[in-house]
């Protein structure tokens, strides 16, 4: 990216080119050429794939749903329902939050 598109780029995310997210993404995703777009962020893997097929990123990151289900590639894939993640044991102390979840029981 050059200056000029670090600048628009800065825009956008301050909000002031309007379109919130959706503008945004239309705004740098030509400008990155070859480079891969990585969004992550409250996504779902409906939205996660409009996303992808409207061209506006190329990757979908998942991060609390991943901590709440060990076999989230496995419930994504089949629609299985998630569990929702328990923000209150992020962030340590001990093993709750980290290795009780369990996995989907069909
Ligand atoms: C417990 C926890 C710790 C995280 N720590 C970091 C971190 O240290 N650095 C970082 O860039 N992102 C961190 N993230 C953000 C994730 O990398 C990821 O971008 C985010 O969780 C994606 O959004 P989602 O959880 O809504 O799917 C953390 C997320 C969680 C849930």
Redesign the pocket.
């Known amino acids: 990216m050059n200056q000029d598109s670090f600048e628009r780029l800065d825009r956008a995310v301050q909000g002031e080119s309007g379109g919130g997210l959706f503008g945004l993404l239309k705004q740098i995703k030509p400008k990155l050429g070859g480079t891969a777009l990585i969004l992550?962020?409250?996504?779902s893997r409906q939205r996660a794939e409009e996303l992808i097929s409207e061209g506006l990123i190329d990757l979908a990151?998942?991060?609390?749903?991943?901590?709440s289900n060990p076999d989230l590639v496995a419930r994504l894939e089949h629609g299985w329902p998630l569990t929702p993640?328990d923000?209150d044991t992020?962030?340590g102390g001990d093993e709750r939050g980290y290795i009780d979840y369990a996995p989907h029981k069909g």
Do not use: D, P, S, V
Not at 61 to 67: D, E, R, S
């Open positions: 992550a962020g409250g996504l990151g998942f991060g609390q749903a991943f901590i993640a923000r992020f962030y």
